[in-house]
Structures are given as C-alpha cells and as structure tokens.
C-alpha cells in the first residue's frame, strides 16, 4: 500500500512502487544504491518527495508520498518504551538536488524517534546524494543531532552509518531524566512438544525478563523444515502476535537459520529466537566470573556461527533486547572470519583459566580434602542448600539459573572433619549442546568430585522427569559412575512424601533432614575405615588435632621425640597425614 498524496499518479506507477515492498536489503546496509535511485526517478517524475521506513532488519515498512511539512508522518514505533529509538529509519527525496536535511527534517526525527533521518537530492531522474543525521545524549530535554556529510550515493558507508545507530542507541537516553522503566519486551511462546514444556519456556522467558503475552502448540510430529510451525499456522501467529503486540517469538527448540528467517519474513518486524538462543540470554546475564562470560560468550558463537546467513531480526545484535546480549566481543553481526578468530582467542584464554582451577584442584587433592558437588534440575534449591550446609551467604533466587559461576564453600562434619561443597550450574530439558561444550572445564567440578548429591524439587509434578534429565546429562559429561546421594528438597510443601527408597528428603529452607543428610554424606566420605598408627613429632604436635577430628583415636603414647598414636582412620586421613609426615611416619595395622 502506498499512502500519502497519490493525485494524478497512473496506476501503473503506484504498483511499480509497492513492489519496493518486496525488496530485502538486509540488516547490515543502511541503503543500497539502487534503492536511492529508484527513489530519486520517482521523484522526479511526480515532483513530489517520497519517505520509506526500513526496520532493522532490512525490511520496508512504509512508502509514503508528500513533503514531510506537508504528509503526516506514522508513529510507528518497535518499541514499547517510547524513549527509546523505534527501531526505523526513515530515508526520503528532496526534489531539485539538494540533499541536505531541513529544520524539519530534524525535527522529526527528535519527534519520532528514528534510528536515523536521512535525505536524497533527486535530480533529472537520479539521486544526486545523501546527508543522515542520528540522535545522540540528551541535553536539557532535547537530544543531540548528529550530521554527517553529504555523499554520493554510492560511496554511501554502510557500515559505519549501521554503527552510528547502535552509537545512537546507547546514547540516547543518557542525560533523561524521564524516570521511565524500560517497558518488559511481549513474548508469544510457540512449541511443539507439549504444554509441560511451554510452561518451562514461559519460566525462562519471564527469568530473561519478558512479559509472555501468548502461546502456541501445534501438535505436529516434526517441525516443518520452513517455518517451523507450517506456513498456515505462521499466518495465524502473525495475526495473533499483531493483536497481542508481541515484540518477540520465543520457540521451544532449536531453529535453523533458514527456519529463523522464514518466520521473521511472516511476522514481518517480530523478532524470533529459540529455546537455546534464550537460555544463553539468560547465562549472559547472570554470568559474573570471568570465566563465565568467557563461557557464555564462546557458547553464543559456537551456536550461532552455522546460522550466520540464515538469521534476519535476531540477528541484529543493534535491536537489542532478549536475544542480543552477550558479555563481551558478540557482535553476531561480524563474518565468519573474524567470529572464529574470535573463538580461538576465547578458547586460549578459558585453557589459562581452567590450568590456574587445575593447580587449585591439585592442591586440594594433596591435602586430602574431599570434594562434594550439588547436582541437579534448575531451581530445585541447590544454592539453598549450599547455605543450609556451610552457613554461606550464596545468592539463592526462585528463578532459574540463578546460579551460573560455580561456588565452593567449606563444610564441617559432625564429630569433626571438613569437605568442600561445590554448587554448579543447574540442568533442562534440552540444555543447549553448545552451553555443555563450553562449561566443560566448569562441569568438570562435577566429574571429579568424589560425591555427588543430586538434589530434585520433590515439589515439582515434574520430579521423576526432571531426575532423568540429570542422570542424562551426567551421563553425557562421564560423571555417571560416581557415587551419589539422591536427595528430595521442599518437603516442607508437601503433603505427602513421594515414594523414593534410599533418597533424603529434606527442607533446605527450614532445615529439616539437613543433619541426617550431613550424617549420611560423611558416611560415605569416609568409607571403610583401618587401624593406623603414626609417629607425630612434637614440632607438628598440631597433628594430633587432625586424628582426634578426622578418626577415632585408640592408643596414644609419648617418646623421647614425638607422640605414638593408633587411630581408625579411612584413606584420606592417611593421605592427608603422609603429605604432612612423609610415608616412612605412617603404617596401617591391618
């Protein structure tokens, strides 16, 4: 549809160009040439200025025709904080040649909001060249304007007049003091596995920060390799995100990059991501390490790196938003080239770190120190354990993943001894394969524990389910053949207890069966206990603490050089003991 003064213009001419509609010029150029052009031969065969929104992602949204003092322009905005930028440029013709932008031409883009304002002289039949302008900080109520040049349309510099904008975008709302919050972005949900899994995905929508606003199930035995959903079901969800003024589809698994941009071409301006793409949202923000950023950042490339040329909106990390944060250098916008050199100089630096931990892990296996690690489904309350348990002040949160960098806390044991307890990142249902790739070094702390205490939310429907979801990716890391303690947390809100032989149930919120749990976790560290004797000289006197503590003293005797003491002591007391003494100090009796 074309809008604006259309008097006197033949038919033949309008449709020629509603077909501009059809053009897609990709969310990485500003304009192309050729599009300028045929703006300008427009122009000047009906002498009137010619205005064309662009979305961020390339599309065209609307062409009007009249003189910006003369034409209303649309409020049409992608965003629903207004203060924000919109989203469009507006690119429009100036009859006679001149380029330049006029006082009214500023002072719509202050009004509307545009990404960017640009005019195109047009003169005998072709674009003579191009002047843009960008907002910048706000000062005493009213943006900065930012002018470039006038250029010839086809030294036009994409790239940079791209960056401009997101330089606008960070920009323009330093100096506001409008107080507004940033209004949550609208999520529609669409899935195909079951409504068990689009109340999960709603979970981890509303953990990035959206407000969901709808979903869909489509009951089909595979995604259709197009659209995902099938090209009838697209239209409807087009329609449907429309009336619900969704700013964002979330699918419930992975998409392929071709299956991203047919949907996006349908949903015309609606951005879609997938269940991975938003889980490593979630880790983006929540990942406050280096080593976890590191990660996360790794993570987003290695995901996105094959689906490079097939994504259009999401892709666009200048849209912002869900979808679009990363830590560090995840500008996805760059080619594959400078993504993967990218990658190897993440990989560099995550083998530095993960050396340094392996020093750390290698000092504690000398002293003997046992390690336990918290396993288990998101937000089943590990990180409330962890502070039931070690009287840590861990950040523990009703919301998923809100543990990402692992924890490690000391323990003491009833009766004496010490473990250290690690909280690690919690598992889901189709944890994106990237995301395990990547926090392998981390998930290692799992692996090398020398116990595991899967912890389950006994007061989730989903506890058996989400149980073997663990076990799986346990399996998957090789940590599947090390001992565990099944334990069954929020009791506290059941009625009844679930039928679960050989698991702890217990409420890490009030503490109830915590000390048991304590009692059974230093059962197992121990082991099967030996009779060991040792000779302790009196300058590490110190060390007969350590036997009183760590095992059952039998026998103690006192000679000209030290103390002679017979003790039940496990495998990691003499280990402990022989890094302190030296082997030649230490015997087991039987």
Known sequence: MI???????????LAQMEALYDLELGGDVFAPAELLDVLAAFTCAVNREISVYISRSGAILDITIGGLNSVDLKSMHLRRNNRRL??????HTHPGGNAQLSDVDISSLRAMRFDAMAAVGAKDGRATGIQAAFLGEAVGGANKVRLTDVVPVRRLPQRAWMDAIERADSEVLIGDTGGEQEAQERAYLVGLDSERSLKELARLAETAGALVVGTMLQKKARPDTATYIGSGKAQELALDCQAREADLVIVDDEL?????????DVLRGVKVLDRTTLILDIFAQRAQSREGRLQVELAQMAYQLPRLMGHGVSMSRLGGGIGTRGPGETRLEMD???IRKRMTDLRREIQALEEQRSLRRTRREKNRVPVVALVGYTNAGKSTLLNALSHANVLAEDKLFATLDPVVRTVKLPGGGEFLLVDTVGFISKLPHALVDAFHSTLEEALLADLLLIVSDGASDELLRQHDVVLDVLHTLGADGRPTIDVVNKVDLLQEKPQWPGAHFISARTG???DALLEEIKRQLRGVQRRLRVEIPYAQGALTAMLHSGGGVLAQAYTDTGVTIEAMADEQLYGRLAAKLGEDALCWLD
Do not use: F, H, P
């Open 256 to 264: 392929t990059g071709v299956q991203t941009r047919n949907l996006e």
């Open 512 to 514: 109830e069966g915590v």
């Open 336 to 338: 594959r080239r400078r």
């Open 86 to 91: 919109s989203m469009i440029r507006c690119i």
């Open 3 to 13: 809008y604006g003064n259309k008097e006197g213009i033949r038919d033949s001419m």
